[in-house]
T-cell receptor, first 112, second 112 residues
Framework: AQSVTQLGSHVSVSEGALVLLRCNYS??????LFWYVQYPNQGLQLLLK??????LVKGINGFEAEFKKSETSFHLTKPSAHMSDAAEYFC??????????FGTGTSLTVIP | DTAVSQTPKYLVTQMGNDKSIKCEQN?????MYWYKQDSKKFLKIMFS???????INETVPNRFSPKSPDKAHLNLHINSLELGDSAVYFC???????????FGPGTRLTVL
């Protein structure tokens, strides 16, 4: 069955440190992949997406992700964490009906 | 200029009641969705709907029913509410042929 897996339900980084949030997919065909962010008590906001073309995708707020077919991964990174990055992050993949399968989420804490 | 809006933001009700959550999008999108987010932040698709097709996730009880008066609205009706229905419900929309989904702010439902 189609699914995405997020390793690490909680990640803590110091302010200014590298952020790395992991996502692996299971599709056997080239997938579309998304990262969404959810700030406390808010809805989901699109960070970035991979559809076709360039495997390194840049998103909002300095985030980027690289699609690696050989590793079936789509990890999210940011060179320098900011306090405002503290949130829940979700990796997602749509099925053929465009219904999203979400990962279980990663809660990012940024330590001052 | 909210793109996807939901009402109410909070809904507290007793077991056995029937309630509705409204969703409206002003993006001109063709497809709308309902997702449920449980207390562990896990997001799961409930329905997707456009003017041609309703796709219901097989795990959704038939107490839940989407109703679409027009393309811009997809309301969620819940009959005979149960304690396990307590969650945050998100509405989303996407354009025809597009995969990116735009989410509403969520409705927190509490069943007592």
């Amino acid at each position: 069955a189609q699914s995405v897996t997020q390793l690490g339900s909680h990640v803590s980084v110091s302010e200014g440190a590298l952020v790395l949030l992991r996502c692996n997919y299971s599709s056997s065909v080239p997938p579309y992949l998304f990262w969404y962010v959810q700030y406390p008590n808010q809805g989901l906001q699109l960070l970035l997406k991979y559809t076709t073309g360039a495997t390194l995708v840049k998103g909002i707020n300095g985030f980027e992700a690289e699609f690696k077919k050989s590793e079936t991964s789509f990890h999210l990174t940011k060179p320098s964490a900011h306090m405002s990055d503290a949130a829940e992050y979700f990796c997602a993949e749509p099925n053929t009906g465009n219904q999203f399968y979400f990962g279980t989420g990663t809660s990012l804490t940024v330590i001052p | 200029d909210t793109a996807v809006s939901q009402t109410p933001k909070y809904l507290v009700t007793q077991m056995g009641n029937d309630k509705s959550i409204k969703c409206e999008q002003n993006l001109g999108h063709d497809t709308m969705y309902w997702y449920k987010q449980d207390s562990k932040k896990f997001l799961k698709i409930m329905f997707s709907y456009n003017n041609k097709e309703l796709i219901i996730n097989e795990t959704v009880p038939n107490r839940f029913s989407p109703k679409s008066p027009d393309k811009a609205h997809l309301n969620l009706h819940i009959n005979s509410l149960e304690l396990g229905d307590s969650a945050v419900y998100f509405c989303a929309s996407s354009p025809q042929g597009g995969y990116t989904q735009y989410f509403g702010p969520g409705t927190r439902l509490t069943v007592l």
